[in-house]
């Protein structure tokens, strides 16, 4: 009896170890926070830092130059918002990095990346093999971000739906999240 109450213990604990490692041989498509790098394609993207913009700050307002004329003004319970990304290519291919992000709270709300004109903002290109975005010789790469810009325009009640995910969509139709909390 006593040999039958150990050895229930040691199956379980044996099971639960072999299902814990199932899945692990692939690449990472989800992280649950910054800094993690996710593999989307064959490319690797990580969030460098993400954080709301203001533009009557120095630095910031740099950030939003270029953004549309038609985009500029925000509404009082608007606000700027930055992801900061960085992009590796590890494989022995060029590829094309991804052209479509997706920024969703929890109640399902979708916002899509504002295209601007900024040196720093995020605009698809070709990374060659062990090519990183942004390259080395912007600014951007060795700026305070070290990422280059989604800048998204989302409400103050967006922040309080969170933690947000970046959805990436490679060219490939590959997809990956990463959790963004504000």
Known sequence: MKLRRLALPI??????????????????????????????????????????????????????????????????????????????????QTLETAEEFTLEDTIDDEYRPIETTSIVGYKPTTLTPGDLFPHSNETSAYGPTQGKLLLFKLTNETLDNRPLELKITAPDGDEGDIRIDV
């Open 11 to 92: 199956i379980a604990a044996a099971a639960v170890t072999g299902l814990s490692a199932c899945g692990d041989d692939g690449p990472q498509k989800v992280a649950e926070s910054e800094g993690t790098s996710v593999t989307i394609g064959k490319l690797e993207y990580q969030v460098q830092i993400s954080r709301q913009l203001n533009p009557t700050d120095v630095e910031d307002r740099d950030y939003l130059q270029g953004v549309p004329p038609v985009q500029e003004d925000l509404k009082p319970e608007d606000v700027w918002f930055g992801i900061f990304i960085r992009v590796k290519n590890p494989s022995d």
